[in-house]
């Protein structure tokens, strides 16, 4: 999950993302911050990675007004919430036009920031669902995984490596049953898809991607053939649906 900051004014940015990266503290959550001066860089930006859960946006900007940018936004991003802050308060009316959550006026109070925050959790962001352990077998017996855990699940020779977010191998026991019967408890979560006859990769756990593979967040990599082109776009629905 992220949040994604932009100002064009450097010192507001830095003192913004230090409110928000206290509220994260406070609440331990787990959440990313990512920063931007300029709003073309977040087009870009989301374009490549996927929504935000939450956006907090200046409207007075020199490139791009906030407004234009939530507008863009809202093209792929329909229902993440969005909280303005300027020192121009005659554009309040403006922001609602693009469903705005909140607006703030600066200088930005860190007690009402907060309140929104919460009110942004509270309402907007679905908790999710725990999910269940994966079991698997090898041959030095059971091992159980979480799911968030495991980066990618391959096919080969006749068994499954599981792929793990800290780098780790783990291979099951060899099997005569076919990949998709093997993988069946991976099948069925929704985070995970099919991206190669042999791979099973986690959404949950993707950084970006490119014509041919899909890069994690621990930097491995892992192939999107032709047959499977459309997992591209099945993963940006996935985040864009998340706000990841």
Same mark, same amino acid.
């Given at each position: 999950? $992220?949040?994604?900051?932009?100002?064009?004014?450097?010192?507001?940015?830095?003192?913004?993302?230090?409110?928000?990266?206290?509220?994260?503290?406070?609440? *331990?959550?787990?959440?990313?911050? *990512?920063?931007?001066? #300029?709003?073309?860089?977040?087009? =870009?930006?989301?374009?490549?990675? @996927?929504?935000?859960?939450?956006? %907090?946006?200046?409207?007075?900007?020199?490139?791009?007004?906030?407004?234009? %940018?939530?507008?863009?936004? $809202?093209?792929?991003?329909?229902?993440?919430? &969005?909280?303005?802050?300027?020192?121009?308060?005659?554009?309040?009316?403006?922001?609602?036009?693009? =469903?705005?959550?909140?607006? %703030?006026? /600066?200088?930005?109070?860190?007690? *009402?920031?907060?309140?929104?925050?919460?009110?942004?959790?509270?309402?907007?962001?679905?908790? *999710?669902?725990?999910?269940?352990?994966?079991?698997?077998?090898?041959?030095?017996?059971?091992?159980?995984?979480?799911?968030?855990?495991?980066?990618?699940?391959?096919?080969?020779?006749?068994? %499954?490596?599981? =792929?793990?977010?800290? #780098? $780790? /191998?783990?291979?099951?026991?060899?099997?005569?049953?076919?990949?998709?019967?093997?993988?069946?408890?991976?099948?069925?979560?929704?985070?995970?898809?099919?991206?190669?006859?042999?791979?099973?990769?986690?959404?949950? #756990?993707?950084?970006?991607?490119?014509?041919?593979?899909?890069?994690?967040?621990? @930097?491995?990599?892992?192939? &999107?053939? $032709?047959?499977?082109?459309?997992?591209?776009?099945?993963?940006?629905?996935? /985040?864009?649906?998340? @706000?990841?």
């Amino acid at each position: 999950m $992220r949040i994604t900051l932009c100002d064009d004014e450097g010192s507001q940015l830095a003192l913004i993302s230090s409110y928000v990266l206290e509220y994260i503290k406070r609440e *331990k959550l787990d959440i990313q911050i *990512k920063k931007f001066l #300029n709003p073309r860089e977040l087009l =870009h930006y989301e374009g490549q990675h @996927g929504g935000s859960a939450i956006y %907090l946006l200046d409207i007075v900007m020199d490139s791009m007004s906030g407004l234009e %940018l939530a507008q863009r936004l $809202r093209e792929y991003n329909p229902k993440a919430p &969005i909280i303005f802050f300027t020192t121009a308060p005659e554009f309040s009316l403006d922001a609602f036009s693009v =469903h705005a959550f909140a607006y %703030l006026l /600066k200088p930005l109070d860190k007690a *009402k920031l907060f309140s929104e925050l919460d009110k942004c959790f509270t309402y907007c962001l679905p908790v *999710k669902k725990e999910e269940p352990f994966i079991t698997i077998k090898t041959a030095e017996g059971l091992i159980s995984l979480r799911p968030e855990q495991i980066n990618a699940v391959e096919y080969f020779d006749h068994r %499954l490596v599981y =792929h793990l977010h800290d #780098n $780790r /191998k783990i291979e099951t026991v060899s099997s005569r049953d076919r990949f998709d019967k093997q993988a069946a408890d991976i099948a069925a979560l929704e985070t995970f898809i099919k991206c190669a006859s042999s791979y099973f990769v986690n959404m949950r #756990n993707i950084l970006s991607i490119s014509h041919q593979c899909f890069e994690m967040k621990n @930097g491995a990599k892992f192939p &999107i053939t $032709r047959k499977y082109a459309a997992t591209k776009d099945i993963f940006l629905k996935y /985040k864009f649906r998340e @706000g990841d």
